[in-house]
């Protein structure tokens, strides 16, 4: 998948610009995503309500939405298994459109409900993809038919565009600092170890790992398991600590 994106052409700076500075006022990913949705609501003039679909583990999950109606319609297609979100997020396609719902033959089960339920007549889907790595699919509804214009479509793949690399820098640096919370309790583990039986850090990490394999759980989890409890595995003795 190339990184090349249509998103930028014909969005005037400052609306980029707004697009960023908005994205980027936290580092979670919850935050994130939820200025990703009410931007667009906000910014793109066909869009009346906006979600996410996201890929977690190859399982679609409803992310965060704008009001009722995107929770609602994103829910049915996860429920259904079908719908234009559904194949975008699982990259059947990079974007899907429907600007008549009411008379779309694709996905009979779903439109029939979210047209009639939730009065929407016309969506835009787009992918969230940064590099090779997808996160699913910004989903823009609105209640009126034929409601994108051209002008729309750019804004939208610009969002996308920003919203997929927002996603991918929040990950980025939740997974550094949960690298380096494992990293300082299994120090700690280390510490308590090197304490107790008066041992240097490389047997205590020797245990660790023997600890981890013998009791088939993760080594981060054992040494979490000895900071808080102050307690060996129930497998594990004084004896072991020896290598």
């Not at 609306?15 to 980027?24: N, P, T």
Request: charged share 25%.
């Amino acid at each position: 998948m190339s990184d090349a994106r249509g998103g930028g052409d014909g969005v005037p700076p400052r609306e980029q610009e707004r697009l960023s500075r908005g994205l980027h006022r936290s580092n979670e990913p919850a935050a994130r995503m939820q200025a990703g949705v009410d931007l667009a609501v906000e910014l793109i003039d066909g869009c009346d309500h906006a979600g996410l679909t996201m890929v977690d583990g190859g399982v679609l999950r409803s992310g965060a939405s704008s009001d009722r109606v995107a929770i609602r319609a994103d829910e049915l297609q996860n429920q259904l298994g079908t719908g234009p979100c559904v194949e975008v997020a699982q990259l059947e396609h990079r974007t899907s459109f429907v600007s008549d719902l009411q008379n779309d033959q694709r996905w009979l089960a779903w439109g029939q409900r979210v047209y009639e339920e939730l009065q929407v007549d016309s969506l835009l889907s787009l992918l969230l993809y940064s590099g090779e790595r997808s996160f699913g699919a910004l989903n823009l509804y609105s209640g009126r038919g034929r409601a994108f214009d051209v002008g729309d479509f750019a804004m939208a793949e610009t969002l996308a565009a920003h919203l997929a690399a927002a996603v991918s820098d929040s990950q980025e640096i939740e997974n550094r600092n949960q690298g380096m919370i494992t990293r300082t309790v299994i120090g700690q583990a280390e510490g308590i170890l090197m304490e107790r039986y008066g041992i240097g850090p490389d047997e205590a990490f020797s245990f660790l790992r023997r600890a981890s394999q013998e009791t088939n759980q993760k080594l981060a989890l054992v040494a979490e398991q000895l900071v808080w409890t102050r307690e060996l595995p129930k497998t594990l003795g004084q004896a072991d600590t020896t290598t």
